[in-house]
């Protein structure tokens, strides 16, 4: 096994070294997780500690957040909520219900702001590319075309 780096990239040189890595290593790491035992056990969440002692199944909500994160849970009540109130007349909303549909609107918004940042940010990224690099953004954008339709 040469270590010089292929033709097509760092990258692909990378990915190649990890899926090496993983392979050697795999059959030690399986034996050893059966001698691991976590100091603490639970999980964080940011500030958010999940153990025994707040929940009847820690490992549970990890595999349920592993798959939809609390912001999707929130969303989708959040969304059933807000169609439930736009439903109701204006002037029966009560200010819980007016209140409801004033932090979707903000979080709509707050999205919507994300997403174009992160549309600027992108953007600047591959001017600066096609600018220092012109051969690596041509790469890119044959990779790319697929996906760009």
Known sequence: MGSSIPPNGFESWVQGMGKLQSQLY??????LSLFSQPILPGWNFGNITVNEQNSSSPATEYDVVSQYSYGQQLGRLLDVAREQ????????????AKDLLTM???IDDLKAWTKARRAQR???ELRRLKEKEPAEYRRLLET??????
Not at 85 to 96: C, D, G, L, T
Not at 144 to 149: K, T
């Open 85 to 96: 109130v736009e439903q109701q007349p204006e002037a029966k909303r009560s200010n819980a």
């Open 122 to 124: 992108l953007q600047g």
């Open 26 to 31: 795999a059959p030690y790491t399986r034996w």
């Open 144 to 149: 790319l075309r697929p996906d760009l339709g």
């Open 104 to 106: 979707a609107k903000e």
